[in-house]
């Protein structure tokens, strides 16, 4: 449900109750309007950890590579904060063009994923994400489990993707020497992480 506050002092309170508590992990600005993600729960949380373990340790013969458990990601180099994202994982690769500014980077990763969660509006991130330049993004769907791998294509993210929990089924970048499956499990399905060159793998 989506809620707009016009009191500025309510939002200013809210705001910073959020940032005291640690609630805005995952708030972000979209265009000077202040979105105040749900809080990711613990299965989310680890997704996103997980990847980018998996992803950090894949890459580890690509020197210089950066991966990210969340970081901001704006496409304004004057007061980024009235507009930034703050994907899942981010993957930087040596020769992107984006410039780390510490407290966020002023252009995309090479490599993205958003974990959908309930109320969450990762799909409206698309056209953002292809505007700052990011090649490859991965959304991870859980109800149901269906991960889908968006590309960069002629500048828009285009669906190139999309597996269920079936061994037979895989996603293959062209960004990272990655493929992903998703494998049916008890409690959830098991998202296995290959590295294409050498076949190391992680579970995820």
Known sequence: MAAIILDRDLQKALIRKRRATGADRYDEVWDGIYVMS????????????????????????I??????????VTDRSDDWTKNYRCPDVAVFLPGNTAQDKKT???????????????????RKKLDFYAKVGVRELLLVGRKPWAPE???????????????????????????????????????????????????RQWLV
Do not use: C, M
């Open 38 to 61: 749900p809080i990711a729960n613990n299965e989310h949380q680890y997704l996103g950890y997980k990847l980018t373990s998996a992803f950090d340790q894949a890459l580890q013969r």
């Open 63 to 72: 020197a210089g590579v950066l991966a990210y458990p969340g970081v901001n």
């Open 104 to 122: 966020h980077w002023l252009g995309g990763p090479d490599f993205a994923v958003e974990v959908i969660s309930p109320g969450d509006r990762s």
């Open 149 to 199: 791998l968006y590309r960069l294509i002629e500048g828009v993210l285009k669906l190139v993707g999309k597996i269920s929990p079936d061994p037979s089924q895989s996603l293959i970048s062209q960004v990272l020497p990655i493929s992903l499956r998703l494998l049916p499990g008890d409690t959830r399905p098991t998202i296995e992480v290959t590295q294409t060159e050498d076949a």
